[in-house]
């Protein structure tokens, strides 16, 4: 609704917003028909599953199934040491 409004009042920059929501709303209506039962049920968001512990893979992890700890380590875990390059707030003359 909110794109169809704004390009009415970009077309129609002298109209009345108000005239142009109801006739919006009244075409909307007629092209789409009154709301069912089914529309206004509310949907339930279904629980994502956490991973288990167990399946979750650490930086201590060695070779498991021919994969070496570097490629199971995910990205947040890649990018970890990496910050520690950072320099700390006014020692910015110390970073090489």
């Given amino acids: 609704m909110g ?3 704004g390009e009415a ?3 129609l920059k002298w109209a009345d917003g108000k005239m142009i ?3 919006v709303d009244m075409q909307v209506l007629h092209l ?3 709301k069912m039962e089914a529309d206004l049920e509310k949907k339930f968001k279904v629980a994502k599953a956490r ?3 167990t ?3 650490t930086a201590k ?14 990205l947040i875990e ?19």
Avoid: C, I, W
């Avoid at 992890?61 to 995910?74: C, I, P, R, W, Y």
């Avoid at 890649?78 to 090489?96: D, M, S, W």
């Fill in 55 to 57: 399946d979750r893979r």
């Fill in 51 to 53: 991973l288990e512990e």
């Fill in 3 to 5: 794109l169809l409004m």
């Fill in 32 to 34: 789409l028909g009154p």
């Fill in 78 to 96: 890649q990018l970890r040491g990496e910050a520690l390059k950072f320099h700390k707030p006014g020692e910015n003359y110390k970073t090489p």
């Fill in 9 to 11: 009042r970009a077309v």
């Fill in 61 to 74: 992890d060695v070779m498991e199934n021919g994969e070496t700890a570097d490629q199971t380590l995910s």
């Fill in 21 to 23: 929501k109801n006739e």
